[in-house]
């Protein structure tokens, strides 16, 4: 059977397990991974998952079971184990599945040229990358590993409303971290990029980052506890949207585990902060027609001028209240039902070039990454992270730091937002142009 007949199998057999409702989800998904060090293969991974999951409904208690044996026989004994597990939840109204809707099929984000290009060529785009990097600075003296990846995916949902629909996605990638030498001192940098369009992806601008985020740290130094603005590439401003995406999510706020819980319609932040998920976002790596229930994606402003609009919702929370989904109901694989989570999130570029934005700056840190991000609470906003950069003083890089501590709360950072440069640049599912950021304490000797 193809995967619509799957899906439309799995609810039928669901549906004679006694399930008053039931949604079959069909997930293939296949991956690829090159990695190259010292100019020679290293590792060649491929990998295949395909199955099918049955979220069903019985007397308001929902059921959840999955299979990757995709029989007749199979199918018939997860949505007898679905409807056997709804006996132990407890009903809830707001457990529902979604009615049809108009999708956009031209949303679906496939490039058949990524899996036209043989693997030959694939090994050498990775060996571009690490020779890039070698070529870009005789510092550069070690690869700790160069790669390309790429996932291409196959999905199908349906539910007992008469919801079908079916789509095929992929994308590719590649990174390197290698590490530069100079006066005793190494340094570690990495470069990466991935996107929908294999005719997209620059092996030599991937190896000439990496090489030089590694050079320019060479001699790095703590410096004296002082205030100074920090002016955040995409890459770390990224990092933010990491911090920031689950309490964004109206599941976190339903569960009280948001810091923006009660807080719509207030300023969270600086009048220059705009924040948007899109799922329609042409080129996105999340973009797709549907969410993980079936629902249409679309584009939601979470954050207008500083202002918090709205929160990311799947079909149970915005039941809960009285809402509408924002097609946020997201799936990483057919083993579980849906959750709340982000499409294609980030920060809405402004006007200014960020050389102009950095020629502004008297005394201030660029940031070049930023450490424990998963430390940040996601409750109250409060982080402490190591940071690494670069010191600027009237407008121009002096001296690279490291060893220095930025600490505070993530509301309040994004109130000291002065500026947002017009270099908006994805890493995979978030995205952000260069931030500067109002004078703050950075922690150092």
Not at 291 to 298: A, S
Not at 370 to 390: K, Y
Request: proline residues 5%; hydrophobic residues 40%; glycine residues 12%.
């Amino acid at each position: 059977m193809n995967p619509q007949e799957l899906v439309q199998a799995g609810i039928q057999q669901a549906e004679r397990a006694g399930a008053d409702q039931a949604e079959a989800f069909f997930l293939e998904h296949s991956s690829l991974t090159i990695e190259v060090r010292g100019g020679r293969l290293e590792t060649l991974r491929q990998s295949k998952e395909c199955g099918i999951g049955l979220r069903v409904l019985k007397g308001g208690s929902l059921g959840y079971a999955f299979t990757s044996d995709l029989s007749s026989r199979a199918l018939a004994d997860a949505a007898r184990e679905a409807v056997a597990n709804a006996g132990y939840v407890a009903p809830d109204p707001a457990r529902t599945l979604p009615l049809p809707a108009t999708t956009d099929p031209s949303r679906a984000q496939h490039d058949p040229v990524i899996s036209d290009v043989p693997i030959s060529a694939k090994i050498d785009l990775a060996l571009a990358i690490e020779r890039a990097a070698f070529a870009e600075d005789k510092r550069v003296t070690k690869s700790e590993r160069a790669a390309y990846e790429e996932v291409e995916y196959r999905v199908a949902i349906g539910n007992s409303h008469g919801l079908q629909v079916s789509y095929r996605g992929n994308f590719c990638g590649g990174y390197a971290w290698v590490v530069a030498e100079a006066d005793g001192d190494a340094e570690t940098g990495s470069g990466l990029a991935y996107t929908t369009r294999f005719g997209e992806l620059d092996p030599e601008a991937i190896g000439r980052e990496a090489a030089r985020e590694a050079v320019r740290l060479l001699g790095a130094k703590p410096i004296s506890t002082q205030k100074l603005a920090l002016v955040l590439p995409p890459q770390t401003a990224s990092q933010l949207l990491g911090i920031l995406a689950p309490a964004l999510t109206a599941e976190a706020v339903q569960k009280k585990r948001s810091l923006f819980a009660g807080r719509l319609g207030e300023q969270v932040a600086s009048d220059v902060v705009t924040i948007v998920d899109d799922g329609t976002l042409p080129g996105g790596i999340n973009t797709s027609p549907v969410d993980g229930e079936g629902v249409p994606t679309q584009r939601t402003v979470l954050v207008s001028a500083g202002v918090l609009e709205a929160f990311l919702h799947n079909s149970y929370t915005a039941a809960k209240e009285g809402t509408r989904s924002t097609g946020n109901g997201m799936r990483s694989s057919f083993k579980g039902a849906p959750e709340v989570g982000p499409t294609n999130m980030f920060f809405v570029p402004g006007q200014v070039r960020p050389e102009d934005l950095l020629a502004g700056v008297d005394k201030g840190l660029y940031v070049c990454d930023l450490l424990g991000t998963h430390t940040a609470n996601p409750i109250s906003g409060d982080f402490s992270l190591g940071a690494t950069g670069i010191l600027i003083e009237k407008g121009r890089f002096t001296r690279p730091v490291r060893g220095v501590v930025i600490a505070g709360n993530v509301v309040g950072l994004l109130k000291e937002v002065q500026a947002v440069a017009s270099d908006l640049r994805f890493y995979l599912g978030f995205g952000s142009p260069t931030l500067l950021v109002q004078p703050l304490t950075v922690s150092g000797e």
